[in-house]
């Protein structure tokens, strides 16, 4: 079991031109009870005060499992005053073999005033070597966003559940993915979230035998957290993207319409509740009626198959957990581009 991260505290301040410099200080004399480890350089972007201590939290937990070269960015960007703040520090946890400490080193800076025009040069002069480079940009983006940091970033992860207006934030996503001559992997938070409630429901349809119900759907229920709406509205795009429905107008953003391959139409009804971000699914093909829902026991999906009324006996399937840590955790755990995530988006993008 993985230990708990020693070290929260900002560290050491220092001067921005001497970063690289104090860093091999911090690591001097120290090769023998620890080991520095950097998979990766994961930089952290965000303009909500106090986020430089929070996301140093973060970073120590995400650390535990994916070594890196953490670069941690809080930026008040309505500040008269223009300036930054920079410290170096380093999460330690002790090895699987309880024989040394395992570190990953932090870079954090506080930028006062020029945010967007202060960001490229402070992330791209702190990168390790050639490492992959992976952006976490929290909250909304700008409009412009500085071309140059594009091309030197290989993933992309936001959460478009924390946007106001998701038709305008995507084109400013889809924007940095032109601009990065489609290199750039975009990776939505609010797509992971729906990750184990879509494996679920797609198990139901894996045999050949099953495939015939798919061309069946006529009815779907997605029960939905409050604020958790543009998640339904994903979960909705994968099933029109994989099936190849084509999304009709409706009157009520609560009762969506699609018509299906054969012309088929299918009715999607969104309905908020407590519970799960993508709480319970309900999908009616034929005289069938598939059920995925968050057990009342824990961070676990019952699945069942039955004819609508029935009460069948459900099986277990894990759900995940949606903090922060664990989304992330899950993302950097991945390789490869999203291809599936942009066609969703694609398939609902008139209706959000």
């Given at each position: 079991?993985?230990?708990?991260?020693?070290?929260?505290?900002?560290?050491?301040?220092?001067?921005?031109?001497?970063?690289?410099?104090?860093?091999?200080?911090?690591?001097?004399?120290?090769?023998?009870?620890?080991?520095?480890?950097?998979?990766?350089?994961?930089?952290?972007?965000?303009?909500?005060?106090?986020?430089?201590?929070?996301?140093?939290?973060?970073?120590?937990?995400?650390?535990?499992n994916h070594a890196c070269?953490?670069?941690?960015?809080?930026?008040?960007?309505?500040?008269?005053?223009?300036?930054?703040?920079?410290?170096?520090?380093?999460?330690?946890?002790?090895?699987?073999?309880?024989?040394?400490?395992?570190?990953?080193?932090?870079?954090?800076?506080?930028?006062?005033?020029?945010?967007?025009?202060?960001?490229p040069s402070i992330i791209?002069?702190?990168?390790?070597?050639?490492?992959?480079?992976?952006?976490?940009?929290?909250?909304?983006?700008?409009?412009?966003?500085?071309?140059?940091?594009?091309?030197?970033?290989?993933?992309?992860?936001?959460?478009?559940?924390?946007?106001?207006?998701?038709?305008?934030?995507?084109?400013?996503?889809?924007?940095?993915?032109?601009?990065?001559?489609?290199?750039?992997?975009?990776?939505?938070?609010?797509?992971?979230?729906?990750?184990?409630?879509?494996?679920?429901?797609?198990?139901?349809?894996?045999?050949?035998?099953?495939?015939?119900?798919?061309?069946?759907?006529?009815?779907?229920?997605?029960?939905?957290?409050?604020?958790?709406?543009?998640?339904?509205?994903l979960f909705t795009g994968?099933?029109?993207?994989?099936?190849?429905?084509?999304?009709?107008?409706?009157?009520?953003?609560?009762?969506?319409?699609?018509?299906?391959?054969?012309?088929?139409?299918?009715?999607?009804?969104?309905?908020?509740?407590?519970?799960?971000?993508?709480?319970?699914?309900?999908?009616?093909?034929?005289?069938?009626?598939?059920?995925?829902?968050?057990?009342?026991?824990?961070?676990?999906?019952?699945?069942?198959?039955?004819?609508?009324?029935?009460?069948?006996?459900?099986?277990?399937?894990?759900?995940?957990?949606?903090?922060?840590?664990?989304?992330?955790?899950?993302?950097?755990?991945?390789?490869?581009?999203?291809?599936?995530?942009?066609?969703?988006?694609?398939?609902?993008?008139?209706?959000?």
């Amino acid at each position: 079991m993985p230990a708990a991260a020693e070290i929260y505290s900002l560290g050491a301040p220092v001067e921005i031109g001497s970063i690289e410099k104090e860093l091999k200080k911090l690591w001097q004399g120290r090769e023998g009870a620890m080991t520095r480890a950097s998979l990766m350089n994961l930089a952290v972007y965000s303009e909500e005060a106090g986020s430089l201590n929070k996301n140093t939290q973060l970073m120590a937990k995400i650390a535990e499992n994916h070594a890196c070269r953490a670069i941690v960015i809080e930026a008040d960007c309505r500040s008269e005053e223009n300036r930054v703040g920079a410290w170096i520090s380093a999460h330690c946890h002790v090895s699987r073999t309880g024989k040394k400490q395992v570190c990953s080193e932090q870079i954090s800076f506080l930028l006062k005033g020029g945010c967007t025009t202060q960001l490229p040069s402070i992330i791209l002069s702190n990168l390790d070597s050639d490492l992959p480079f992976y952006l976490w940009w929290q909250g909304e983006l700008h409009d412009p966003m500085d071309a140059q940091l594009w091309e030197w970033v290989d993933r992309f992860i936001y959460d478009s559940h924390d946007w106001k207006d998701f038709p305008a934030q995507m084109a400013l996503v889809e924007t940095a993915h032109r601009e990065a001559k489609q290199r750039l992997v975009l990776c939505d938070l609010n797509w992971t979230r729906v990750d184990h409630v879509r494996f679920a429901l797609a198990q139901f349809f894996d045999h050949p035998a099953s495939h015939h119900r798919l061309a069946k759907i006529s009815k779907v229920r997605i029960d939905f957290a409050p604020a958790f709406r543009s998640t339904a509205f994903l979960f909705t795009g994968w099933l029109g993207a994989q099936l190849d429905w084509q999304p009709e107008k409706t009157s009520s953003p609560d009762k969506l319409r699609f018509t299906g391959r054969a012309g088929r139409t299918v009715e999607v009804e969104l309905r908020e509740r407590e519970g799960q971000p993508i709480h319970e699914i309900a999908l009616t093909a034929g005289d069938a009626e598939f059920l995925v829902t968050h057990a009342e026991c824990g961070d676990l999906l019952e699945v069942s198959r039955g004819k609508p009324g029935e009460n069948p006996i459900p099986q277990l399937m894990p759900a995940g957990k949606h903090d922060s840590v664990n989304l992330m955790s899950e993302e950097l755990m991945r390789g490869g581009p999203h291809h599936v995530y942009l066609r969703a988006v694609n398939c609902v993008r008139d209706l959000l």
